[in-house]
């Protein structure tokens, strides 16, 4: 195992106020007042939490933490130490898993750290032999992402649950459920295209082929039941059945190669917004049903399991609805077969212009909201 764990008495100081108590207690005390530098911190990163309604920005001094309805930072801590490029919330509470970035971090890209803010402390710390790309969270699970591994971690003791190999990911790609029944992890596979996906409650391992090019970005619904993913080619997004690993749509953000910097699926699965570097967020209508009532969020590992016995004996009439003719095709759709198959393709029915030069990311928020952030600030 590449990875060493340690739970922290006092590897972070416990001073929530004030300086820190000991000349070489490091790195996480609450600085002196705030200088023009914190003013001027460089954006590392944004995230959202799991359920989108606040999100987390590292910069070159600290991090911050906002609320998304109605907007507002809700606390910041501004160091002298360092900046963090991963700073991965747990829904609202106390607890963050932060890694060390920027040019003169004292915080090293290899190393995990549990932070409690409300205790002011780190409660746990992994350690490993290369950087660190990517940390997901859910309640009972810690993820860390390496170039060519994944390590599942539980959250009481720290032990180590699972180790994944993937194809190299230095974005990081890694994607949790978080419905309290159901685990599921999404990550690439072993092969250009792939995604893997782990349905934890099941013991099962399904592999997807999902594109012909390199898997660029993905996600999951809350239940873990769907995938959206889109490739380094950027043209097409596709939305799979996790149980069964069958495509149930596919849509078109354009024709040019593009790269995606985000997909975000309502909770309700009605909507997919999809940000890319050609300054837009397309807005796709789902043609996947939610199952009776509730959102698929609702889902427990055995109605998932039941789901997925069902569309294996019966196609996918209870994952796919009607087209509703939202999202508008070509109107050379009608020789479908005949013309290439750009032309037969579902579009996005609005979009929302922005910068070109700015990488955002999008999520939806109540109420048919979306709320798009950049990495400019704004």
């Known amino acids: 195992m590449s990875s060493t764990v340690s739970t922290s008495r006092g590897i972070l100081p416990p001073a929530r106020h004030g300086t820190c108590d000991a000349p070489n207690a490091g790195a996480f005390c609450q600085p002196e007042p705030e200088s023009k530098d914190n003013d001027e911190s460089e954006l590392l990163s944004v995230s959202w939490n799991q359920d989108y309604g606040c999100f987390a920005a590292g910069t070159t001094h600290g991090f911050r933490i906002y609320n998304c309805e109605p907007f507002k930072?809700?606390?910041r801590r501004d160091l002298k130490s360092g900046g963090f490029k991963i700073v991965e919330m747990?829904?609202?509470?106390n607890i963050l898993a932060l890694v060390g970035g920027g040019a003169n971090s004292q915080y090293p890209p290899n190393k995990v750290m549990i932070w409690d803010d409300h205790q002011s402390r780190c409660i746990g710390e992994f350690a490993f032999r290369s950087e660190v790309r990517g940390v997901k969270l859910r309640r009972d699970r810690i993820v860390v992402v390496l170039e060519h591994k994944i390590y599942v971690y539980n959250f009481m003791d720290l032990k180590l649950l699972h180790q994944i190999e993937t194809l190299a990911n230095p974005?990081?790609?890694c994607c949790l459920s978080?419905?309290?029944n159901a685990f599921v992890l999404a990550c690439p596979g072993l092969q250009r295209g792939q995604v893997r996906i782990e349905h934890f409650g099941l013991n099962m391992t399904k592999l997807i082929h999902a594109h012909d090019s390199h898997i660029a970005c993905f996600t999951l619904t809350l239940d873990g039941l769907?995938?959206?993913?889109a490739s380094t080619k950027g043209t097409l997004i596709r939305i799979f059945n996790t149980m069964d690993g069958t495509r149930l749509q596919e849509v078109r953000r354009g024709g040019n190669r593009a790269e995606i910097y985000s997909i975000a699926l309502s909770s309700n699965v009605q909507w997919l917004a999809v940000s890319s570097d050609k300054g837009t967020v397309h807005i796709?209508?789902?043609r996947v049903r939610v199952v009776g009532e509730d959102s698929p969020a609702q889902l427990n590992t055995a109605q998932g399991l039941a789901l997925f016995h069902q569309n294996s004996s019966t196609s996918l009439d209870a994952l796919i609805s009607p087209n509703t003719g939202a999202n508008p095709s070509s109107s050379f759709s009608f020789m479908r077969g005949v013309l290439?198959?750009?032309?037969?393709?579902?579009w996005s029915f609005a979009q929302f212009h922005l910068p070109e030069d700015t990488q955002f990311i999008a999520a939806f928020g109540s109420q048919n909201t979306l709320i798009i952030v950049g990495m400019d600030g704004r």
């Open 73 to 75: 930072e809700t606390f």
């Open 90 to 93: 747990l829904f609202r509470c």
């Open 171 to 173: 974005r990081g790609l």
């Open 178 to 180: 978080h419905h309290s």
């Open 226 to 229: 769907l995938l959206a993913t």
């Open 284 to 286: 796709f209508s789902l």
């Open 340 to 346: 290439p198959k750009y032309f037969s393709s579902e």
